[in-house]
């Protein structure tokens, strides 16, 4: 073989990568949905695009996936175009007219809306979003889609879920599934196990056509950008805090926190124990992880343990 055959092009190394990234995200988004049965045999799935890279990625991603999928469902993209000043409106019909899907684009100005009942100078997120929630919802039940599919990942869960604890006094955060308010929509979230740094890489690897999210001028919400500060901060010192984080969310144990509504600590019996000891380390640990005893905590998770303890 001669050198140059040896080493490998740039190209080459690209598309390696884009490869394993893909194989990550088709992984993880195949465990979601089967986790939380998001999508079943003849749904229809809208496929809510804004734009950026996290939208893009969930597409690319169960288009993929239903290529292969043994079970067979509709894919619509409908994009909301919310008529800010400056939107690039033919990036994304070009985009999915090339990638061959069914797409809608809805014009909607929540725009002028948002501007003319938000005062000057306060945040606009809030009404903005529930104003395309409301429209996005109306055309699913239009189009006859059962499902809607947003976009949102691991790191939006695990944020919103500090978001809910630091500023709202709430162990709530984001579900990979639920039924909109006026229960007759069906929102998943297929990236709920994915990392927001693996879709940001495949995102520009892949060069999707990133539409910036700031046309509005708005500001991204201050306290979410703390905490996103935060655990980007934890990622970085602490490798794997932010995946024993999110295991958490998966492991909750209602006799262990302290809601009265969740757990009958009033008629809490004697001899009921999950077969654990009582003491308050042991009492850490999910009693569906602990030793077979009962006993105390696994060697390896000590470490972790320690340094949630000293925050
Ligand atoms: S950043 Fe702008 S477009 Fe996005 S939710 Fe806020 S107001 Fe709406």
Redesign the pocket.
Known sequence: MTESAAVESPEKKIKVRINKLQKRLRREVGRAIEDFNMIEDGDKVMVCLSGGKDSYAMLDILMNLQKSAPISFEIVAVNLD?K?PGFPEHILPEYLESIGVEFHIIERDT?SI?KEVVPEGK???GL??RL?RGTLYGFAEKIGANKIALGHHRDDILETFFLNMFYGGKLKAMPPKLVSDDGKNMVIRPLSYAREKDIAEYGELKEFPIIP??????Q?NLQRQVIKEMLNGWDKTHPGRIETMFRSLQHVVPSHLADTELFNFKELQMGYAHGIAGDSVTNFFDPREGTEEGGEPRAEKMPEMIDILAL
């Open positions: 919310q800010q725009y948002v945040t606009t997120c903005c979003s395309r999210c700031n046309l509005c001028g708005s991204e």
